[in-house]
Nanobody, 127 residues
């Protein structure tokens, strides 16, 4: 699976952006998708994830209620809708995918659960 993230940009605090993660190759519909982010000088952190069926979603506490993860298997694309953006959301955002069966919901939060990664897309939120 090859992943291509897009949709980042510069936005004012309170604004919105929608990130896309376009996948090619193999069976996208059978992959779980995760979004992670990394701010300068900080470690990569979990943002959100969705299972392959799209009926289970997981969010970091810092984005819960503001971000929404979704997927369109017909288009081989995952999305991260980001609303009410804050300056602390500024980071490079990465999408990731795994074809492995995830038995524990805790695993969705771990970067090591994902074997495919896209290049990052920069999100900058100005105050």
């Amino acid at each position: 699976v090859q992943l291509q993230a897009s949709g980042g940009g510069l936005v004012q605090a309170g604004g919105s952006l929608r990130l896309s993660c376009a996948a090619s190759g193999r069976t996208f519909s059978r992959t779980a998708i995760g979004w992670f982010r990394q701010a300068p000088g900080k470690e990569r952190e979990f943002v959100a994830a969705i299972n392959w069926g799209g009926d289970r979603t997981y969010y970091a506490d810092s984005v819960k209620g503001r971000f929404t993860i979704s997927r369109d298997n017909a288009k081989n694309t995952g999305y991260l809708q980001m609303n009410s953006l804050k300056p602390e959301d500024t980071a490079v955002y990465y999408c990731a995918a795994t074809e492995k069966i995830i038995y524990s919901s805790v695993a969705y939060y771990r970067s090591g659960a994902y074997e495919y990664w896209g290049q990052g897309t920069q999100v900058t939120v100005s105050s």
